[in-house]
């Protein structure tokens, strides 16, 4: 009877020892993330707009070439490139967006030409209509902006050539314009100073998603909060 209870309490001791060195022993502090916080940023259709209209003002007019076979390409010449060029206004159609519920529709006003092995040099002009796609890279770190085409009318071009020259139309609006990138992420980061407490925050912009209403484009984007002395 006498060895089991110095057995128990050898055990307990041992136990007790055990224990307490445990909950000496300093734990490692893990890091703790950044708080973080979303934040809502608005953009009018009417924005966007005049951002289009700043581009045509200021700047030339976006191109692309077009997608060309190898026999075309050696016809190509300065008097005739293979070129499609995004017009502000063409017979009667503005190029403009419009934002619809989870979607922006746009007609897009063009003209070019393109040097047809069959037929020589053809000048064409239209509009397209299009669809907008957002999407959020997290690897580039930019909302993007694909434009998808709908349907393609051409004025003016011999019908021979019309079905043909719509998909080139298409094909180089799809793949030669295509993405569009709209922002980068730390065009929406900031820095504050906060003078009182001897340093600064650095808002870190890590995600944005966005979310389309008639006439708006929110903006959903995702802060972090670090430290910048």
């Known amino acids: 009877m006498l060895m089991r209870k110095s057995i128990l309490i050898s055990t307990l001791s041992i136990t007790f020892l055990v224990s307490t060195a445990y909950s000496q022993t300093p734990r490692t ?6 708080p973080t916080a979303e934040a809502t940023v608005t953009l009018t259709e009417q924005f966007f707009n005049a951002f289009l209209e700043a581009i045509y003002r200021n700047l030339k007019p976006p191109s692309a070439s077009l997608a060309i076979t190898a026999s075309d390409k050696e016809n190509s010449s300065e008097k005739c490139p293979d070129v499609i060029v995004l017009e502000r206004e063409n017979n009667g159609v503005r190029t403009a967006v419009k934002f619809e519920q989870g979607t922006i529709v746009a007609p897009l006003a063009f003209s070019g030409s ?4 069959l037929m020589g040099c ?3 002009s239209g509009w397209a209509d ?3 796609n957002l999407d959020f890279d997290k690897a580039r770190q930019t909302l993007t902006a694909r434009i ?3 349907d393609v009318h051409l004025n003016d071009v011999p019908s021979l050539a019309n079905a043909s020259l719509a998909k080139i139309v298409q094909a180089a609006i799809d793949k030669k314009i295509n993405p569009i990138e709209i922002l980068h992420l730390d065009q929406l980061s ?3 100073p906060v003078a009182a407490s001897g340093g600064a925050l650095r808002l870190r912009a890590k995600e944005v998603k ?3 209403v008639p006439g708006m484009l929110h903006l959903h984007v995702t802060y972090e909060f670090l430290g910048d002395r």
């Open 190 to 192: 900031a820095r504050v």
């Open 210 to 212: 966005p979310e389309i």
């Open 29 to 34: 502090t893990q890091p703790q993330p950044p």
């Open 148 to 150: 998808e085409v709908l």
């Open 122 to 124: 053809l000048k064409f």
């Open 114 to 117: 393109y040097n047809s092995t």
């Open 130 to 132: 299009t669809r907008f």
